[in-house]
Nanobody, 123 residues
Framework: QVRLAESGGGSVQVGGSLRLSCEVS????????VGWFRQAPGKEREGVAA????????YYSVAAAGRTTISRDNTAKILYLEMNNLKPEDSAMYYC????????????????WGQGTQVTVSS
């Protein structure tokens, strides 16, 4: 019942754009908060963006602000992460997640996680 599946990752050149998708079982609104995180080899997982399902408030990490947009489709079944002006440091495995308490770009707020989709940014 609780499942999240990411897709849309791939290889892109510096300055390019990507749109990641996360299909959420049931409905996105089943969660209080949904978000995107990423983890590069040898680094800790970090928050990218989050969306509060009630009201639609959004939260962005400092690194993602201005280059990233988190949104959901009209059916509230798919969570999107649009990224532009990609940089090599954006290369990572990207995960979508859901939680049922506080909302923000903090890993501690999330309980359910997808398997991830790889994003590789190169020159």
């Amino acid at each position: 019942q609780v499942r999240l599946a990411e897709s849309g990752g791939g290889s892109v050149q510096v300055g390019g754009s990507l749109r990641l998708s996360c299909e959420v079982s049931g409905n996105i609104n089943s969660y209080s908060c949904v978000g995107w995180f990423r983890q590069a080899p040898g680094k800790e997982r970090e928050g990218v963006a989050a969306l509060k399902t009630a009201g639609g408030s959004t939260y962005y990490s400092v690194a993602a602000a201005g280059r990233t947009t988190i949104s959901r489709d009209n059916t509230a079944k798919i969570l999107y992460l649009e990224m532009n002006n990609l940089k090599p440091e954006d290369s990572a495995m990207y995960y979508c997640a859901g939680g049922n308490r506080y909302c923000g770009t903090y890993e501690e707020y999330f309980t359910y996680w997808g398997q991830g989709t790889q994003v590789t940014v190169s020159s």
